[in-house]
């Protein structure tokens, strides 16, 4: 079982910057592919950035360049370093732990909203 706590989200003017933190339960975190989501009302949850266990990362082409994931084993944390921000960019954000092996649960954290406006 793992638990999934993000903070870091709030209210910034466009061009801002905010880092989103998502602090994980268990003592096999490292093992875990995380995922950053977020969905804008109306709108599908999407796939923003991952890492992989090994520190692979990839992004959805709209936050390549702005957004930046990481993660720390030691603290149990990924991360999620946003700057640039674009009203577009405002969602509520999700960290996701998907368990590669048997039974291959899918965890989610209950979300931060993000709201980048002037």
């Known amino acids: 079982q793992v638990q999934l706590v993000e903070s870091g989200g709030g209210l910034v003017q466009p061009g801002g910057s905010l880092r989103l933190s998502c602090a994980a339960s268990?003592?096999?975190?490292?093992?875990?592919?995380m995922n950053w989501y977020r969905q804008a009302p109306g709108k599908q949850r999407e796939l923003v950035a991952a890492i992989t266990s090994s520190g692979s990362t990839t992004y959805v082409d709209s936050v390549k360049g702005r957004f930046t994931i990481s993660r720390d084993n030691a603290k149990n944390a990924v991360y999620l370093q946003m700057i640039s921000l674009k009203p577009e960019d405002t969602a509520v954000y999700y960290c996701?732990?998907?368990?590669?092996?048997?039974?291959?649960?899918?965890?989610w954290g209950q979300g931060t909203q993000v709201t980048v406006s002037s």
């Open positions: 996701n732990a998907p368990q590669s092996w048997y039974p291959f649960a899918n965890y």
């Open positions: 268990g003592s096999i975190f490292r093992m875990y592919a």
